[in-house]
Nanobody, 117 residues
Framework: QVQFVESGGGLVQAGGSLRLSCAASLRFFSTHVMGWYRQAPGKQRELVAQVTGSGSTNYADSVKGRFTISRDNAKNTVYLQMNSLKPEDTAVYYC???????????WGQGTQVTVSS
């Protein structure tokens, strides 16, 4: 069973920064595409950012230039550095692991990010 330890969420004022971390008990961590998704109240879960095992990244247009995703394969950990936060970034942020070879996908329990105006 895959386990995730997510941390770094919290309450911050608009314009502030937070750094999310997600440590995953995954075998062959580097073969998984790691991502962060978010879900705001009353809205569907949406992709925020992804990073492949080799470091290629993909971002939602709404966070480009403000958020940075990175990973440390030696620590089985993925990070999301969030700068210039806006109230519309308020959501529960979920860590995701996707193994492309098998289409197996795993989710963390989520961490709340609240940005006050």
């Amino acid at each position: 069973q895959v386990q995730f330890v997510e941390s770094g969420g919290g309450l911050v004022q608009a314009g502030g920064s937070l750094r999310l971390s997600c440590a995953a008990s995954l075998r062959f961590f580097s073969t998984h595409v790691m991502g962060w998704y978010r879900q705001a109240p009353g809205k569907q879960r949406e992709l925020v950012a992804q990073v492949t095992g080799s470091g290629s990244t993909n971002y939602a247009d709404s966070v480009k230039g403000r958020f940075t995703i990175s990973r440390d394969n030696a620590k089985n950990t993925v990070y999301l550095q969030m700068n210039s936060l806006k109230p519309e970034d308020t959501a529960v942020y979920y860590c995701n692991a996707l193994r492309l070879a098998t289409s197996d996908a795993y989710w963390g329990q989520g961490t709340q990010v609240t940005v006050s105006s």
